[in-house]
């Protein structure tokens, strides 16, 4: 069964501080890829995807990520991190015909 | 354009009762999904349906039933609630091309439920 990997569960940053969180899935075929974010006591929302073309997509609030098809890695970056970017991110991997699959999430505390 | 919601925001449950929970969506969504959200362990989904009158299990669908009886709505039932049901719910709709590729997600807000 397909399954996504997070690197970390828990970062710790400074403000103005880059960011680099890893995600890792397990199936070889045809994907699209997402980015999710879940401020405290909120619901999920959509930060970027991936369907095809530029492997390096740009979402909202400065993020971005590249999708490294040899290594079925699809990192999400940020130059400079602020307060409010405090949350938990979720990668997620939809496999054409199977349904998404999430990674179990990374909580980002950012130290003001 | 209320997006997708969800009834109710909180409920605790005695073991053994049985509770629905609703998802609405207005966006005409041909996709629906219910997932549980528990620390540590991210979203995992129960199950979802493809368009209405259909349903499939997902990753975690015991003690769970669904139904998609209009295209808009997708009840998520618990028959005899365990105390292992206690998570966060959230319901999402996406929408596809016509074929197997789905796009993204919209998330609901999410029902807190407790079962002591």
């Known amino acids: 069964a397909q399954s996504v990997s997070q690197h970390n569960h828990h970062v710790i940053l400074s403000e103005a501080a880059s960011l680099e969180l890893g995600c890792n899935y397990s199936?070889?075929?045809?994907?699209?890829l997402f980015w999710y974010v879940q401020y405290p006591g909120q619901h999920l929302q959509l930060l970027l995807k991936?369907?095809?073309?530029?492997?390096l997509v740009k979402g909202i609030k400065g993020f971005e990520a590249e999708f490294i098809k040899s290594k079925f890695s699809f990192n999400l970056r940020k130059p400079s991190v602020q307060w409010s970017d405090t949350a938990e991110y979720f990668c997620?991997?939809?496999?054409?015909?199977?349904?998404?699959?999430f990674g179990p999430g990374t909580r980002l505390s950012v130290l003001p | 354009n209320a997006g997708v919601t969800q009834t109710p925001k909180f409920r605790v449950l005695k073991t053994g009762q049985s509770m629905t929970l609703l998802c609405a969506q207005d966006m005409n969504h041909e996709y629906m999904y219910w997932y549980r959200q528990d620390p540590g362990m991210g979203l995992r989904l129960i199950h979802y349906s493809v368009g209405e009158g259909t349903t499939a299990k997902g990753e975690v669908p015991d003690g769970y039933n669904v139904s998609r009886l209009k295209k808009q709505n997708f009840l998520l039932g618990l028959e005899s609630a365990a105390p292992s049901q206690t998570s966060v719910y959230f319901c999402?709709?996406?929408?596809?091309?016509?074929?197997?590729?789905?796009?993204?997600?919209?998330f609901g807000p999410g029902t807190r439920l407790t079962v002591t």
């Open positions: 999402a709709s996406s929408t596809t091309s016509g074929g197997l590729i789905s796009y993204e997600q919209y």
């Open positions: 991936y369907f095809s073309g530029d492997p």
């Open positions: 997620a991997v939809d496999n054409y015909g199977q349904n998404f699959v």
């Open positions: 199936y070889g075929g045809t994907v699209n």
